[in-house]
């Protein structure tokens, strides 16, 4: 089967460094996306992984491990703008995004 | 640039009734995703098109929906005999698989269902 877990909510200051994580289980894999969601809006893409290893993209890395079936998208700086939802989302052989229920963060001041 | 748009934006609906929503994609994009998402979930994939021809249907889609896409452009969802249980919000997606990245789907703003 396939499956995909991430937390249900975080919090983090402002100006502080947040990880959130996502583990996975698939037959078929070809990537694993983070996107972000802003409540009422439609998800943006973040990053995309499909090699092991860490991707930077200004504030926002996000990490691989296909052998553990591990991902995690980390933000340094936190803003206020920041606050959102971070989903998770693997693409399979099949052509299509299977996601997590996404991970609610909420920045404070 | 245009992105991926989405008609209408908001619809509610007595039970019982049709709707039809529409996603046109980013042009020259060969691929369309519909998606359905509830609050506090992540979307749920639907089905998706390569040009003109359904690729895969989700076994959650029952027969009341249909989804087309006659001229690979466009795409239009329906939905019959609404039930209290559809409403969410139907997302659509595109992508270009001749690219350097054809993995990445873009999302339109989504259309937002209520069954009354």
């Known amino acids: 089967g396939q499956n995909i877990d991430q937390p249900t909510e975080m919090t983090a200051t402002e100006g502080a460094i947040v990880q959130i994580n996502c583990t996975y289980q698939?037959?078929?894999?070809?990537?694993l996306f983070w996107y972000q969601q802003h409540a009422g809006e439609a998800p943006t893409f973040l990053s995309y992984n499909v090699l092991d290893g860490l991707e930077e993209k200004g504030r926002f890395s996000s990490f691989l491990s296909r052998s553990k079936g591990y991902s995690y998208l980390l933000l340094k700086e936190l803003q206020m703008k920041d606050s959102a939802s971070y989903l998770c989302a693997f693409y399979n052989q099949g052509g299509k995004l299977i996601f997590g229920q996404g991970t609610e963060l909420s920045v404070k001041p | 640039d245009t992105g991926v748009s989405q008609d209408p934006r908001h619809k509610i609906t007595k039970r019982g009734q049709n709707v039809t929503f529409r996603c046109d994609p980013i042009?020259?994009?060969?691929?369309l995703y519909w998606y359905r998402q509830t609050l506090g979930q992540g979307p749920e994939f639907l089905t998706y098109?390569?040009?003109?021809?359904?690729?895969?249907k989700s076994r959650l889609l029952s027969d009341r929906f249909s989804a087309e896409r006659p001229k690979g452009s466009f795409s239009t969802l329906e939905i019959q005999r609404t039930e209290q249980g559809d409403s969410a919000m139907y997302l659509c997606?595109?992508?270009?698989?001749?690219?350097?990245?054809?993995?990445?789907?873009?999302f339109g703003p989504g259309t937002r269902l209520t069954v009354t």
């Open positions: 098109f390569q040009n003109e021809a359904q690729l895969e």
């Open positions: 042009s020259e994009h060969n691929r």
């Open positions: 997606a595109s992508s270009h698989t001749g690219t350097v990245r054809p993995y990445e789907q873009y």
């Open positions: 698939t037959s078929g894999f070809n990537g």
